[in-house]
């Protein structure tokens, strides 16, 4: 294993201490492993908090700033953050108008922040409600989830729900803006190599040179198959078909974004978006906005994903209100 660490057993905090140096518009709690902003949102607007286990950044504590997050729970590499991470930061961003909990559908993450919500509710009052992403058309249920997995949209969503707190909708309003998103939205991914954990110190799963996993999780679960590798434009079809049988997008605005899984060059992200959006507009998807790059991890695994979100206007014009974050910048 080679990798830019000191002791394995140290990764996040380290790496936490490295993000409150580079970034003076966030504050860490090193003892909790909150990230949240340095200057709170307005009083009397929703705060959204997510989390999870690290290794997939940016998300979550690089989308945490301005027209998105309030709060990011960083749990240890691939683990859910504790029920006492998510109190605290429920506590702390709470801003007199309730919290939304934005949670990935993991066993882990969507218990620890069941447990934190009524915890939080129970000590202080504040109002919580929870959406869970669940896109992931791979496979219905998983390694670590019951249902489908929450993956790629979730970056999506926050920048959404982001906006439309920072205008000051309440707690309900929200909620069914991040229900609807989800709803309305489906990725699927695919994984050219395995990633290797630093406590594991070696890959998670051993994948032959001439094989690709195909609908792999962010974690390194299995997927629907293994299949033979293939070039860009076979792979780029085996992503889209699987979305586009799953839900039927019309000739509507849509939000694409191909995300890389860590370990993939930025130039082969290019060009599969390339094949991706040709698919797409054969279908008859009109791609209004997009994204291409880094947005949800797997740490150094080689591969990338697709998601497609059917849009309006409404949705539009959130996304393209301004953000200033780590992970995601523009209007600002």
């Given at each position: 294993m080679?990798k830019?660490?000191?002791?394995?057993?140290?990764?996040?905090?380290?790496?936490?201490?490295?993000?409150?140096?580079?970034?003076?518009?966030?504050?860490?709690d090193?003892?909790?492993r909150?990230?949240y902003?340095?200057?709170?949102?307005?009083?009397?607007?929703?705060?959204?908090?997510?989390?999870?286990?690290?290794?997939h950044?940016?998300?979550?504590g690089?989308?945490?700033?301005?027209?998105?997050?309030?709060?990011?729970?960083a749990?240890?590499v691939?683990?859910?953050?504790?029920?006492?991470?998510?109190?605290?930061?429920?506590k702390?961003?709470?801003r007199?108008?309730?919290v939304?909990?934005?949670?990935?559908?993991?066993?882990?993450?969507?218990?620890?922040?069941e447990?934190?919500?009524?915890?939080?509710?129970?000590?202080?009052g504040v109002?919580?409600?929870?959406v869970v992403?669940?896109?992931?058309?791979?496979v219905?249920?998983?390694?670590?989830?019951?249902?489908r997995?929450?993956?790629?949209?979730?970056?999506l969503?926050e920048?959404?729900v982001?906006?439309?707190?920072?205008?000051?909708?309440?707690?309900?309003?929200?909620?069914?803006?991040?229900?609807?998103?989800n709803?309305?939205?489906?990725?699927m991914?695919?994984?050219?190599?395995s990633?290797?954990v630093?406590?594991?110190?070696?890959?998670t799963?051993d994948?032959?040179?001439?094989?690709i996993?195909?609908?792999?999780?962010?974690?390194?679960?299995?997927?629907?198959?293994?299949?033979?590798l293939?070039?860009?434009?076979?792979?780029?079809?085996?992503?889209?078909?699987?979305?586009?049988?799953?839900?039927?997008?019309?000739?509507?605005?849509?939000?694409?974004m191909?995300?890389?899984?860590?370990?993939?060059?930025?130039i082969?992200?290019?060009?599969?978006?390339?094949?991706?959006?040709?698919?797409?507009?054969?279908?008859?998807?009109?791609?209004?906005?997009n994204l291409?790059?880094?947005?949800?991890?797997?740490?150094?695994?080689?591969g990338?994903s697709?998601?497609?979100?059917?849009?309006?206007d409404?949705?539009?014009?959130l996304?393209?209100?301004?953000?200033?974050?780590?992970?995601?910048?523009?209007?600002?």
């Amino acid at each position: 294993m080679k990798k830019l660490i000191n002791d394995p057993g140290d990764v996040l905090a380290d790496a936490l201490t490295g993000i409150e140096k580079a970034r003076p518009d966030l504050r860490v709690d090193h003892e909790n492993r909150v990230i949240y902003r340095s200057t709170p949102k307005d009083q009397g607007k929703v705060a959204l908090i997510s989390g999870g286990g690290s290794g997939h950044e940016p998300l979550h504590g690089g989308f945490v700033g301005r027209g998105m997050l309030d709060a990011a729970c960083a749990g240890e590499v691939f683990t859910s953050p504790t029920p006492d991470q998510i109190v605290e930061a429920t506590k702390v961003a709470d801003r007199g108008a309730g919290v939304l909990h934005i949670v990935k559908n993991y066993t882990g993450d969507v218990m620890n922040f069941e447990m934190g919500a009524e915890l939080a509710a129970l000590e202080t009052g504040v109002e919580v409600a929870t959406v869970v992403v669940d896109d992931d058309v791979a496979v219905e249920n998983s390694t670590w989830t019951a249902g489908r997995r929450g993956v790629g949209l979730t970056v999506l969503l926050e920048k959404i729900v982001g906006a439309a707190a920072e205008e000051g909708r309440d707690l309900a309003a929200l909620t069914d803006l991040a229900k609807k998103i989800n709803a309305d939205g489906r990725s699927m991914g695919m994984a050219l190599t395995s990633c290797t954990v630093p406590a594991a110190g070696k890959p998670t799963f051993d994948l032959p040179e001439d094989q690709i996993e195909m609908g792999v999780g962010i974690h390194g679960e299995p997927g629907r198959k293994r299949v033979p590798l293939a070039p860009a434009s076979d792979i780029a079809r085996q992503l889209v078909e699987p979305i586009l049988a799953d839900y039927a997008f019309g000739s509507g605005p849509a939000i694409v974004m191909l995300n890389g899984l860590g370990g993939t060059p930025l130039i082969e992200l290019y060009l599969m978006y390339g094949e991706v959006a040709a698919l797409l507009e054969s279908a008859g998807v009109s791609i209004a906005r997009n994204l291409v790059g880094d947005y949800i991890t797997s740490l150094d695994m080689q591969g990338c994903s697709v998601t497609v979100l059917k849009a309006d206007d409404e949705l539009l014009r959130l996304w393209d209100a301004p953000v200033n974050t780590a992970g995601l910048r523009w209007g600002a």
